[in-house]
C-alpha cells in the first residue's frame, strides 16, 4: 500500500491525519482507530508526515477548481467544460500501447485522479490511487466514408456532453476509432478542472511519448514531475493575502473590484428568446476568420497606440456589443493564465482565472480613443487579475443562479503563435475541427493564429439566441474590424456595419412596414444593432414609435423599451418576460421555515421578511454553500445545491428540507440550544463570556480578518437587556480573559495588555499593570489575577501577577522549566491563599507539556496530579469550587488525536471522573445550573463542539450540542433558568443559549 492508497483508506474509514511538530495528530469516529490502523500510523508516520507538509493528505481545492465546482454542482453545466478534442491518426494504432499510454497519463498527473470534495464547508481535492485506464474501442471500418463521419461526429458529441463526476471519475477519456481507411481517429474529452489550453497541449504531447515508448518497449524520456497541481493550489492558498492587496498603494482587491465593477450592466444585447428558468448549456458555433492583411493592419494600430493586439481586439468586440444591445458600457470577460512559478509552465492542470473588462463606449469616441480607454481599462483590471473569479461575485454581490453568469455574459479569448504538429510513434496526426454542441456563455469569441491570419470560433447558447444572430454578429465583427481600421479616427457611430447584401434586405423591410430603425444621427442601422423605430408613412415622416428598438434577423421588429436585455415583440405584441424560480411544491412546518429563516440571517447577514428571494437579499453561490452546511449540521439533511437553487425563498427551501427529511426518515431529537443574534459575523469566536445581571453581560474573542495587514483582531459584546453591540476598545490583538472586579468594573486581558471598563468606555490599564501578552485574567478574593508571558523570546519567565484596582501589582514567578516556550495558560482560585495556575509549555524538543501549581499565600508549589500526568496534555483550565472540589478539564495528546480529559480533586485524592468513550477534542469551561447539575464545554482545532452533563460529577453524558465548532465559557444565566456559552459556529463569532436546564 502507497501512501495514496493509505490516505484514501484511512479517509473511507472517517479517519484524517494532521501534523503537530513532528508528531502525527490524528481525528477519527469513536472505535475507527483499531490495531491495524495503529499498526499502518506507525510503520508510515514519516510518509505521511512528508506527504501533509506537501498537502497531499487533503489540499484546498484552487480557485479555478472552486469556480468550475460550482458551475456544475450549482448550474449543473459541468459538461460545458469538457474539452474535447478529434484526432486523425495517419494509420493503424496498437490498442495495448495505447491503453499503457493512458494508464502512465493518470499515473503521473495527479490532477486526472483528483476528487474534490466538500468538508465542513470548504472544497478540498483528494488524490486517490492510480489505476488501470482502458481506451474505449469502436470499429466502423465497414461503413461508407460519409456515414462514419457522420459516426465520429456522434461519438464526439457523445463525448463532450457526458458529464465526469468530480468526486470520483478520470478527468480524462478516450475513444479509440478504427475507420475503413485503416486510419484512426482519436476522441479525447478532459474536464477544464483538470486542465485548461495549454495542458490539452501538454496531455497531447505526453500521450505521443508514452504510446511510442510503450510500443517501442522502452522506458519514456519525459522529464521528471516539477510537482504536482495540488503543490500550485497550496502556492495560491499562502499568497492569498498578498494577491488580494494592490502593489502600490495598497487597495484591496475586493474594494478595486466593487469599485471598476460599479453601475456595469448585468448583460450586453438583447436576446432572442427568453432565458429559461434553468439554463441547459446547449449551444451551437459559426466559424469566420479575419485574413492576414486585416491582422497585420490590426497589430500595427496597436503598436501605434502602444498596446496589444488583445486591446484592439478586444475594442472591436465592445463596439460591436454596445452597437448590437444599445449601450455605452459593456463588460467583456477573459481567461487570464496564472502559472506564477516556472515549475508550473509545463504542468498539466487549470492555471486559468476569469477577469473582467469594462469597455466605456460613451461620447462616440474615434476607434484610436477608443483603444486608448479599453487599454487603460485592461491594465486596471489586469493589475487585480490573480483575485478568483469567486471573490470578485461576492464581492459586487452578484449571484450564482441557474439562468446565466454573474457579471458577464460574453467571454473573450486570444490565442497566438502555431499550434504544434503531433505524432503518434511515427504517424502524423492531425487535428479534425470540431465545435461541441455545449456552450458556457451567451457569447464566447475565440481567436486563434493558424498561420492565414486567425480563425474565429463564435460559440453562443442556442438557449437565447438563434443561429442567425450567431452568424450576423460573426459578420458584423469582421466587417467591423475592416472599417475601423481604415479610419480609427472617425466616430464609431458614424462606421457602418451592413454589407450591400444586407442593406438590400433592410431596404425590403423599410418598404414593406413603412418602418426605420435609426441611430441618435438619423442614420439606418443594421440587422441586429439597436436603434430608435421612427415611422416613414409619408404622412408622419420621423415620428418615432420606440426609443429602443431592432430588426430581428429572421424577421420583424423587436421593441425593447423598458426591457432592454430581454427580447420583446413582433410587430407590437406584448413584451416577453423572464422566467421566474420555481420550487418544489412540498409542506413545511413552521419551525422549518424558521429554521431557513435563521440560518439565512446567519449566513447573508439579512431576515427575509416574508418569501423574499435568496439572491435578492445579497445572497451568493458561497453563501449558499454554507446555507447548505448549515442544513446539514442543524436539521441533519442532505439536500443538493441545485434543489437549493431551484426554491430560493424560505418557503421553497423549506419545502426541499421536509421532502428530504421525510425521504430520509430522520426523526432524531434536536439541539435545545438556539443561537443569539449578534451584531456582527465572520470567522472568528467569543471565547470568554461574563454574565453579571439580565442586563449586563459581556462576551470577548477573537475576529478574524482575511486578507488584511494584522490577521486577527479583538472583539468585544455587551449585552443591554434586548440586544447585543459591539463596544469600541483599544486594540488587544486577541482576548484572553474576561472578568469583573469588586467595584463591578469589567476587566479585559489579552496579547496588549489590560483594558478597564468604567461606566462608557475602555481605557488601557497602565502604571505598574502588566503590558504585554495578559492571560485569564480573573477576580479572586478583594483582586485580579492575571498570568503574564513579557515577549515572545523562547524561555521568557512566565509569571502571574497580581494586584487590581488601586494600581499596585506584584509579581509571583511561576516554577516552570527555564527553556520552556508558554503557548497558553489559565488561572483561577477561591481566595489569594487558594490560587491555581495551569501553563502549557513547550520544551527543548517541541513536547507539549502542562504544569499545574498552586498558590498558598506564599509560595507556588508543583502539583502533578496522576491520573493526568504532565506530558502530551493540554490543561484549558482549572475551576476550583472549593478546596476539597478542584476540576482540571483539557485534553491528553495521543497519536488519534486529542482525546477529552477531567480529573477532580475531592480533598483527599485526584480522580477521573467517566466521560463518554472516545470523546474528541478539548474540554474547556464547566459550570453549575441552578439545580446543581454540572455542565461542560469543549471543541476546537477541527472538532466539533461538545455538551456533557453530570448529576453527580463522577459519571458525564453527552448533551445534544449546539452547531459548532469551539465552545468556551459556559455560565449560568443571570436570574434566569438557562445557560449562556460562547465560541464559534461553522460560520464564526457565535454565543448559544439554553432554557430549561433544570
Known sequence: MNIVQLLTWLDDKGIQVDRRGDRLLVRSPHGSVDDEVR????????????????????????????????????????????????LRVKGPVDDAALDAAFTELVQRNEVFRTSLVLRAGELRQRVRPAGPVTVDRVDLEGLPGDTAETRIRQIADTSARTPFDLADDVLVRATRIRTGNGDTVLVVTLHHVAGDGLSMALLHAEIAELYDAAVSGREPELPPQPGQYRDYACRRRQSATDDRERPG??????????????????TVMPLD???????????????FRLDTELVARLRDLASGRATTLFVVLLAVLGDLLGRHGGQEDVVIATPVVDRPERRFEKMIGYFLNTVAIRCDLSGEPGFGALVDRVRDSTLAALAHASTPFEEVVRAVGASRGGTHSPVYQVMFALQTGQPSRPFLSGNEVEEIPYDPPTAKHDLTIMLDEDGDGLLGRLEYSTDVLDRETACLLADHLVTLAHALVADPSRPLATIPLATDVERTRLAEREDALSLRIVDSEGARVPLGVVGRLVLDDGVFPGRQLARHARWRPRGGVEVLDDTPTQPGLNAFGAPGTSAAHAGPDAPATPATSTLVAA????????????????????????????????????????????????????????????????????????????????????????????????????????RETPGSAEGTRSVVLRWNGESWHEVPHPELEKVFGV???????????????????????????????????????????????????????????????AGGEDGRWRRLPLPLPPRATTRFGCLAGTSDRDVWAAVVVDGDDAARESWLAHWDGERWQEVVPPPLGRAEVEIMRVVPRGPDDVWVLGARLTAEGRVSVMVRWDGHEWTEPTLPAGHRGRINSLTAAGDGTLWAVGGG?????????????????????????LLGDIVPFPDGDGLIVGGAADDGLALFRREGVA
Not at 498603494?249 to 448585468?266: H, K, N
Not at 461606566?759 to 503574564?788: H, K, N
Not at 477541527?942 to 452547531?963: I, K, M, Q, Y
Request: glycine share 12%.
Open 941 to 965: 482545532q477541527g472538532d466539533a463542539g461538545v455538551v456533557l452533563r453530570s448529576n453527580d460529577g463522577c459519571h458525564w453524558e453527552p448533551d445534544v450540542a449546539p452547531s459548532s465548532v
Open 39 to 86: 499498526s499502518l500510523l506507525r510503520e508510515h508516520k514519516a510518509a505521511l508526515l512528508a506527504e501533509i507538509d506537501r498537502g497531499g493528505a487533503d489540499a484546498p481545492a484552487s480557485a479555478g477548481q472552486q469556480q468550475l465546482w460550482l458551475i456544475d454542482q450549482v448550474e449543473g453545466g459541468g459538461h460545458a467544460y469538457n474539452a474535447t478534442a478529434v
Open 273 to 287: 428568446r427568453p432565458r429559461p428558468a434553468k439554463r441547459t448549456f446547449a449551444g451551437d458555433c459559426v466559424r
Open 739 to 801: 472578568a469583573v472586579a469588586p467595584s463591578g468594573a469589567v476587566w479585559l486581558s489579552g496579547r496588549r495588555g489590560l483594558l478597564c471598563f468604567e461606566g462608557t468606555q475602555f481605557r488601557r490599564v497602565g502604571g505598574d499593570a502588566p503590558q504585554y501578552d495578559c492571560a485569564s485574567i480573573t477576580r479572586i478574593g478583594d483582586g485580579l489575577w492575571t498570568m503574564v508571558r513579557p515577549d515572545d523570546t523562547p524561555g521568557a519567565q512566565t509569571y502571574v501577577a
Open 599 to 702: 440560518i439565512w440571517a446567519d449566513v447573508i447577514g439579512r431576515t427575509p421578511a416574508g418569501d423574499e428571494d435568496f439572491f435578492a437579499l445579497g445572497g451568493t453561490s458561497m453563501a449558499l454553500m454554507q446555507v447548505n452546511w448549515e442544513l446539514r449540521r442543524r436539521a441533519g439533511v442532505e439536500v443538493p445545491i441545485a434543489e437549493l437553487l431551484a426554491a430560493p425563498t424560505v418557503s421553497g427551501m423549506a419545502g426541499t428540507v421536509a421532502q428530504h427529511q421525510e425521504r430520509t426518515g430522520r426523526e432524531g431529537h434536536t439541539s435545545r440550544w438556539t443561537r443569539t443574534e449578534l451584531p456582527l459575523r465572520g470567522p472568528g469566536h467569543l471565547f470568554n463570556v461574563a454574565a453579571l445581571s439580565p442586563t449586563q453581560m459581556w462576551a470577548a474573542g477573537v
Open 249 to 266: 498603494d495598497g487597495e484591496p482587491a475586493d474594494q478595486f473590484w466593487v469599485r471598476y465593477l460599479d453601475g456595469a450592466p448585468s
